[in-house]
């Protein structure tokens, strides 16, 4: 027994990955990234390797790496990642030069905007509610019990929106949701589920490209631009200070903003960041955008939240 | 059988015990110190000790907490009685009399084990929910059941309660008839002779079953994560778990968290510890035994009912729920036949597929997990109740440690030790890694398997080959090993289910590049391909169940009797 097991430990051994050129961390979503690293290493000949998982899990492996950092370029979901690490001294400072056209608030010191995510009604068109325009349209009684939302500790969309709720005095939508019987439920995946079966009608801060693939594959739902304005949640890619690869690192930056790049982000119903890159969906110049200017602190933001939905 | 102390008899191989302790230091010891540390130093992952116990009393001094120790308490306890109330009476019918078509009830039965609860928790919600498969079959739903404390109990009972039932009925298969016969002998009717012999003789394998479940359910993640967050029931593993995958991320936290959960489980470990030690259980004495079960006569409709209706509600409806989901072309479409194709299995199984690399990876990890596992942990408990000395109880709680631990904080723990830089050569982003994680994560079950069977184990036998001249060494492989053999096969078998579909870890620890079953599948389920993550959960959970009853197949035929129990 113990010689099987050695030899299957050797097995194990050889199917290794060999070393990689570039190891980038990313969220999902996970066609896009393997698309990128495709796509870079057939320019660049540089291979790089990917570990995906959730913007959480990529934060609690850098976390728990920091001692030994292993990832040189980082694509998270959440904006706030990126002030965060930026404000640690993690990040390394660097200006693509195909970052030209991606606007300013897209791009800080050490990170850049890969593409943007836009919050959206989520509305299952055979779930036989009228068509809802606006946030507060789900607080009416034809949506009573037939609404879910993502929670916003785990969702970084939903949490901007609520954050832009509350900056621009509108928490009285979130409070007719609960009164509604509005259900709060996990991340963005957990809350679009039950739409697709019809067991809610429409997601309260849904994601527009999670939301428009699913479209795209057949299932009767559509994404829903409120009438009132929304939110964006732009998705940072850095490269790590302490990476080894800088170099190659940032020749992968180069890739993902390069059109090639930046039309891989779009074929999976992402924005672009640059805004010379034309594709048929509503892009960020076309959304009328809600303010987070005076918002409360993270803390206060999520209190406020949970004293409504509890 | 006389009551009072266990003696230890032969004494247990110095071999042995080294490399008990050697092994556990590595797998469960190293990680765990870790956890330790990054719960005093929240600065410890980039490697400076300042501040200590800056965050420890913070976290311990949350209100919240109280709030989710007593869920975590009541989700345990619930499980447990769910759990041993569908697991009981199967297992006694099923090892005390000729119960018909056994073997495929205990096929069917081992299949909820291979069902990912992650997996099984989102069918019971897509055929609960309204509007969901049951709705759409029969018109009515059960959401009000399902989103409740009770409906994760359930749900939770039903996914672990096959471990009751295998361990139950072989443990009063091993008694048999023998003991309770003698009861008759001297009047005792027969509900008397088995509640006052019988189960008593059981509680060895009972109450390690239980505390199984217990340990399992208190650590679980995905149920209640599906089901408890949407009616705010929070227990310490979300917890944790939120902590460690909702940035920003508190690893300080989660790591004070689990060693509130590690200390349950030890109180748990303790309590079962206390009821062995009571009593003695030395069943297998090596006089040979008639194992003739008897005939159920008129309840024979009645009892295979039951097992029909358990096997329905524990495997039918989640693998259903599965299949309905892998067929269909689209959530929305529904259960219509115009939605319905195997457009999910052609493109999972298209040659060359990242899901087929996934499934061989996963294999091979389960098949490596389980090897390693079962030896360390039938080598530990050997060392733990054959041997001497105080220290064994350090070896014997170090050991149940891992199943109290959450996955994603083993992950944790692994990654701060095993990429400290001074390493010369490290395990770490090598698939290495997961085997060390499914190792540590796992080894409790072929340890408590072990241990329970080496408990009914009476010390003449090994004594007896000492005496003709054997060594330690040459005793515990020729004499104990074939003997707690059919154990180990049941444990193993487990250990390989839930290492080839083992998410949590996995996905925190995965090497660069790498895919596994789960990670795969949660990918999937990531993009919004629900049914190609279902398809290929459905082949794994095909693939989990019949390797390992192909192997018990293969074992029986191969020692043709000669282990006792195989069967």
Redesign the interface.
Known sequence: ??R??LA??M???A???AQ?DV?VYSA????LIKNLAAGFTEKTGIKA?????????V???L??????P?ADVVV?A?W??AT?FSAKGLLLPYESPNAETVPDFLKMEGAVAQGVAGLIIAW?T?SGTPKPADWSDLAKPEYKDLVTLP?P??S?GTYTLVEAFLANDMSDVLQGLKDNGA????AN??A???V????KAAVFAGVDY?TM??AA?????EAIFPTSGTVVAPRPIMILKSSQNQDDAKQFVDYVLSEEGQKAVAKVNLMPSRTDIKVDRPLIGDLKLLSNEGAPA?DDVLADFKKIF? | MAGGSVTTGAEGSVLLKWIATLGLLIVVAIPCLFIVVQAIFPEFGSGSFAAPFSLFFKTLSDPALFGMAGNTLLLGVGTVICAAVFAVPLAALRALYRVPGALIWDGLLLIPFMIPPYIAALGWIMTLQPRGYLEQVTGFNMASLLFSVSGIMLIMGLNTFSVVYFVLSRTFETIGARYSDVGRVFGAGQWRSFWRITFPLAMPGLAASLLLVFAMSIEEYGTPAALGRRIGFEVLVTGIENRISEWPIDLPGSATLSLVLVGMALVAFMVQRWLLNRRDYRIVGGKPQASDKRSLGVWAVPATLLFAFVALLATGLPILAILATALSRTISGGLKPSNMGLDNFRELLGAGSDGLIALGNSLMLGTTTALLAGLLGAITAYSVVKGRGRFRIVLDALSITPNSLPGVVVGVGIILAWNQPWLPITPYNTPFILLLAYVCILLPQPVRYATASLHQLGDNLESAARVSGAGPLRAFTRIVFPLILPSMVTAMILVFAVASRELVASLLVAPVGFQTIAVYIWQQFDQGSAGLGMAMAFCAVLITTLIPLALISLLRWLTRGSVAGLS
């Open positions: 027994m113990k099987l097991s299957l430990v097995g194990l051994l199917s290794t990955a990689a190891t999902g979503p996970g066609a390797n990917v570990f995906q998982a959730t913007t959480g899990k934060m609690a492996r976390e728990a790496e920091s001692s030994n292993v998270s959440s706030g990642t965060d299952n055979q929670d500790a785990a970084g259900i709060v439920a996990g995946k957990a679009l589920n039950p697709l079966q019809g067991a999670i693939s699913a594959k057949g299932e009767t739902v993270r509890n």
